[in-house]
């Protein structure tokens, strides 16, 4: 079945230790993101990828990078965790950016920072 | 940039009741209003989405309306299951922009 994989799906990390997540797609879509989601909080974007197009949000911390070596994966790179850094990871894709359309979830990573 | 604003943040009702949630959106350029479901520990799933083109759009059970004029956008949840039992959210965006979620809806759903 086409999906959004992400791995691992549990992570824990210590604080200031670097941590990568990372998202696979078989859905060929054009659009990634990446959403840090924190207990009874809507999803929060981080950034996307237009294709190779990165997109950052304003209010983004540096500590969090994202690379997108190709269409299929795409990784998030925590520099430095802090304890506030502890949430769901969520990545998802769409089909295009020309036009909106559905986002497909992935299952998520839950980031434990100790 | 856009603002979505979602109520009420929890909802009780009982089994076989009417569930109405609405949120407001302030860009009049958006046009896509998808309503996402998530369950405890799970991902988001999208359960319904309407166009601005359209005024209303009915799944089953489910249902969207959408107020252009008064930027405001509900979800109908008619004959409540427990399995309706989720966290809902709702969101805005207008094509080559990313979603911009609402706050969430927590919505309970007793026997």
């Known amino acids: 079945d086409a999906m959004v994989i992400q791995n691992p799906r549990y992570q824990v990390t210590q604080f200031g230790k670097p941590v990568t997540l990372s998202c696979s797609q078989t859905?060929?879509?054009?659009?990634m993101y990446w959403y840090q989601q924190k207990s009874s909080q809507a999803p929060k974007l981080l950034f996307h990828?237009?294709?190779?197009?990165?997109?950052n949000e304003a209010d983004t911390p540096d500590n969090f990078q994202s690379r997108r070596p190709n269409t299929s994966f795409c990784f998030l790179d925590i520099r430095s965790p802090g304890l506030g850094d502890a949430a769901m990871y969520l990545c998802?894709?769409?089909?295009?950016?020309?036009?909106?359309?559905?986002?497909?979830f992935g299952p998520g990573t839950r980031l434990t920072v100790t | 940039g856009e603002n979505v604003e979602q109520h009420p943040s929890t909802l009780s009702v009982q089994e076989g009741d009417s569930a109405v949630i609405k949120c407001t959106y302030s860009?009049?350029?958006?046009?896509?209003f998808p309503w996402y479901k998530q369950e405890l520990g799970k991902r988001p799933q999208l359960i319904i989405d309407?166009?601005?083109?359209?005024g209303e759009k009915k799944d089953q059970r489910i249902a969207v309306t959408l107020n252009k004029t008064a930027k405001h956008f509900s979800l109908h949840i008619t004959e409540t299951q427990p399995e309706d039992s989720a966290v809902y959210f709702c969101?805005?965006?207008?094509?080559?922009?990313?979603?911009?979620f609402g706050k969430g809806t927590t919505l309970s759903v007793s026997s």
């Open positions: 309407i166009r601005s083109n359209v």
């Open positions: 969101a805005a965006a207008q094509a080559g922009t990313a979603l911009i």
């Open positions: 859905l060929n879509h054009n659009v």
């Open positions: 860009d009049s350029a958006s046009n896509y």
């Open positions: 990828y237009y294709d190779k197009d990165f997109n």
């Open positions: 998802a894709t769409s089909r295009d950016r020309r036009a909106e359309g559905e986002q497909y």
